[in-house]
């Protein structure tokens, strides 16, 4: 038997390197999944950080070794990989850690659909390595060029939902990350005048963090408003999540762009699923215009649901979006385009965001080693005070001040996530929410 590592989060691998992963875990973990699949043919690429091209020797020499037929990628989007999954071979691995610091790397399993594994395929994977549930076998790598097919099918997945946009600017913000790869291009093939900022590859991400909030795009909105461009986007280090900049160089909170592709794809299909920490404004919206299934935050839950059911889009207001219709797993990429086809129908994004953007939202992150006990510590808290108006899922939805709070567990992170959100919402009802859940 093995010791269980820290590193398996519910839906991927992730941890700090070489502390917490190095390549030894990920030549045995490459094993392991190969296992896991018996042999066939995995596709496999990497992102931009400093330790990615060491953890996908590593993984790739396992997956070997378990007899798998490895296809070689290289530098990637996770939802390229995952479309490649998709399109032509059994799984796929991205070797990345999303968001994370850059000290951070991990690997995203993909099976056959182009979907990252469940909870209980994560768990089962976890016990193969802690029992040493790993076989021998032959296997050999080739190394592929996916990028053209990858582009294609995105523009062409476009053009399936939209006309051609006319004259309309973009600013794009590859994050130092391999959007710089995707981004850009998928945009100006379907006509859009595109210019870039931080596209050099950084595994450092010195111009800002990998997580693209608020904080991270303001160089972006300063370039919007400088070159009078009609949209900004702003990727994650993985380009797997789009964050949306208006014409006015505003940030559009993650509701807001939620809302708005929502609404899009209701005219596709009149079924949606949102995480249960989406924004009122949104969710009351999309129930009344057609059916919307909530899902625990989490890529996966977004897709499987998709997947169960009719709905072609689902999303998460963190820049999470999926199109089941190309894959089921986000595509910061692909919403870009998207992004462009909605602002050449129906105008500008400051116009649009008015009809989502009536409540205020606070976003705080609790950072603590022991997150699943401080959210029962506040279930608790909030249930005693007769507070507490639902739980959903892993979420505690209560009202305090008239604000609805919304608390959860982060996924990948040591992280209590609180959303806070009104139609007015007060500095002082915040500061004693912060003191009443003892979030400081």
Not at 26 to 48: I, N, R
Not at 108 to 136: D, F, V, W
Not at 203 to 224: I, T, Y
Not at 235 to 253: S, T
Request: negative net charge; contains cysteine.
């Amino acid at each position: 038997m093995r010791e269980e590592p820290e590193v398996f989060s519910r839906y991927d691998v992730r941890g700090e390197a070489p502390q917490e992963i190095d390549s030894e875990l990920v030549h045995v973990l490459g094993k392991v999944l190969g296992t896991y699949w018996d042999e066939g043919e995995v596709a496999v690429g990497h992102d931009y950080r400093k330790h990615s091209a060491a953890f996908y020797s590593a993984v790739v020499s396992g997956l070997e070794e378990a007899g798998c037929d490895v296809k070689l990628i290289g530098e990637a989007s996770t939802d390229m990989v995952a479309l490649a999954a998709k399109q032509k071979y059994d799984a796929g691995v991205m070797v990345t850690a999303s968001h994370m610091p850059p000290e951070f790397c991990g690997l995203k399993p993909l099976n056959t659909e182009g979907r990252i594994l469940s909870n209980e395929e994560m768990a089962e994977l976890k016990e193969m390595y802690t029992s040493c549930e790993e076989k021998g076998g032959d296997g050999s790598k080739e190394s592929i060029d996916f990028m053209e097919t990858y582009i294609q099918r995105i523009t062409e997945r476009y053009r399936e939902l939209f006309e051609e946009p006319e004259e309309i600017k973009a600013v794009i913000d590859p994050s130092g990350s391999v959007a710089a790869m995707t981004g850009p291009e998928a945009l100006r093939r379907i006509g859009v005048d595109v210019s870039t900022i931080n596209e050099t590859p950084d595994p450092e991400f010195r111009a800002h963090s990998p997580e693209p909030d608020e904080e991270a795009a303001q160089q972006l909105c300063r370039e919007v408003r400088r070159q009078n461009a009609d949209f900004g986007v702003i990727f994650d280090g993985d380009a797997d999540r789009a964050m949306f900049v208006d014409e006015d160089g505003d940030f559009l909170d993650g509701d807001t762009a939620l809302g708005i592709f929502t609404d899009r794809f209701m005219e596709e299909s009149s079924e949606v699923v949102l995480s249960v920490n989406t924004s009122s404004d949104v969710t009351e919206h999309a129930s009344s215009r057609g059916n919307v299934t909530y899902t625990p935050p989490g890529a996966v839950f977004t897709a499987l649901e998709c997947i169960r059911g009719e709905a072609v889009f689902g999303g998460q207001p963190n820049g999470h979006l999926m199109d089941r219709e190309l894959v089921p797993y986000d595509s910061g990429t692909a919403f870009a385009t998207y992004m462009a086809g909605i602002i050449h129908e129906s105008g500008e994004l400051s116009e649009l965001q008015k009809r989502f953007g009536r409540n205020e939202v606070e976003r705080i992150d609790h950072r603590t080693e022991e997150k699943h006990e401080k959210t029962e510590e506040i279930r608790e808290k909030a249930h005693s005070n007769d507070l507490l108006l639902e739980e959903v899922f892993n979420s505690l939805l209560m009202e305090y001040r008239n604000m609805r709070v919304l608390t959860r567990p982060s996924g990948s992170e040591p992280v209590v996530r609180v959303k806070i959100e009104s139609e007015k919402l007060e500095d002082e009802h915040i500061e004693d929410l912060v003191e009443f859940l003892e979030l400081e």
